[in-house]
Structures are given as C-alpha cells and as structure tokens.
T-cell receptor, first 112, second 112 residues
C-alpha cells in the first residue's frame, strides 16, 4: 500500500465516547500532521510531529490528544468531544518542511 | 482575520472556457505559496509551490503565477475532470515546521 492511509473513513460518536483516529504513511517521510477541515472554513493545523517529537500544538483543546509512536504512524485520541468538533480530520506527511504535503483521505467525524 | 483570501468562492465554466482563480495573502514575508487540488471525499493533492514574485509553474492545463501580494491559477481550456476545489496556502518566512495558512478554496465546476 502506498501514500497516506487513514482509518476509519467515517466515525459517529457521542459526546461521552472515546475513540481514536489512525494514520499510516508509507512514504518514508519524517514529519506528520493533523489538520481539521470544517465546512466553509480554511484547513486548520492541529499538531505537527517531526521525527516522532511534537513540534507544534496549535492551541488545540485537551479533548484531542495526539500520539506518534514511530515515524510511520500517527493517532488522534478523542474524548468528550463537542458537536462543534464535527469535521473532516486530515492526516498529512512530508519530508522536512512542508514544501509538499501528502494528505490522506481523511476521517469524517460526526459528534452527536 | 484570514491571512489568505481566495476568490471567487465558486466558479462554473463551460468546457474550453479559460479563466483564473485568485489567491491574495497578507503575511509579512513569504517563504512559499502552495496550490492544492481537493476532490470530494479526498484529501488535498499537491499541485505547485512558488517562492518568489515573477515565478511561474505549469502542469497540463494549469499555470500558477506569483506576485508580491497574490497568486493566480490560470486554467486553459478546462475539461470536466478539472472540476474540484482548489486550495491556496502560504508559509510565512520564519514560521515553524508545518505552519501553513490555507484559504477557503475555490470550488470549480466545468460542465461539458
């Protein structure tokens, strides 16, 4: 398998649930990202990991918790989300700075 | 306040009808400007990077240009398969790894 793979593609959760989004990149890149895409709003950077170390946390609420166990895998752990957190969550990877980001297809999250 | 503004929000073209999309930015000092294409249900796909005023890049029917305050994505003789949302993003000079500011995108529809 090539590129950036995200699972699940769709997720519906209640406000009290705990779930995790998974991202895997098969490109040998050294940086991975979580972006949030809401309807009619620009893509928002959430987290950046470089060589498995978090280097950016863009004022994201603590109900979102990222984890990067190795350079190929990235998780986003979700707990006690709010309905306004419903959005498309995109994972991306790059080699060094983001001259060329490679995105996954995203997880469409709905919080009820 | 958005640092990247794209216009128009939506554009409908007949096949073969050339046009341009605009991306204006207000960051002080530009490290790079990026164009991405996003199809429904997918993550953005990289198209071009531009670094300095006067630079141009071409790919098939698309040509991207850059001035000191804006970029244009010219579409020559578009085909229905060019229908997508086109996203512009800028990386300010001195920004940390992964810090891209995206516009809201232009949704392009090309009808036969």
């Amino acid at each position: 398998e090539t590129g950036v793979t995200q699972t699940p593609r769709h997720l519906v959760m209640g406000m009290t649930n705990k779930k995790s989004l998974k991202c895997e990149q098969h490109l040998g890149h050294n940086a991975m990202y979580w972006y949030k895409q809401s309807a009619k709003k620009p893509l928002e950077l959430m987290f950046v990991y470089s060589l498995e170390e978090r280097v950016e946390n863009n004022s994201v609420p603590s109900r979102f918790s990222p984890e990067c166990p190795n350079s190929s895998h990235l998780f986003l752990h979700l707990h006690t989300l709010q309905p306004e957190d419903s959005a498309l969550y995109l994972c991306a990877s790059s080699q060094d700075f983001p001259e060329k980001l490679f995105f996954g297809s995203g997880t469409q999250l709905s919080v009820l | 306040e958005d640092q990247v503004t794209q216009s128009p929000e939506a554009l409908r073209l007949q096949e073969g009808e050339s046009s341009s999309l605009n991306c204006s930015y207000t960051v002080s000092g530009l490290r790079g400007l990026f164009w991405y294409r996003q199809d429904p249900g997918k993550g953005p796909e990289f198209l071009f990077t531009l670094y300095s005023a006067g630079e141009e890049k071409e790919k098939e029917r698309l040509k991207a240009t850059l001035t000191k305050k804006e970029s244009f994505l010219h579409i020559t003789a578009p085909k229905p398969e060019d229908s997508a949302t086109y996203l512009c993003a800028v990386q300010p000079r001195g920004s940390t790894l992964g810090r891209l500011y995206f516009g809201r995108g232009t949704q392009l529809t090309v009808w036969p």
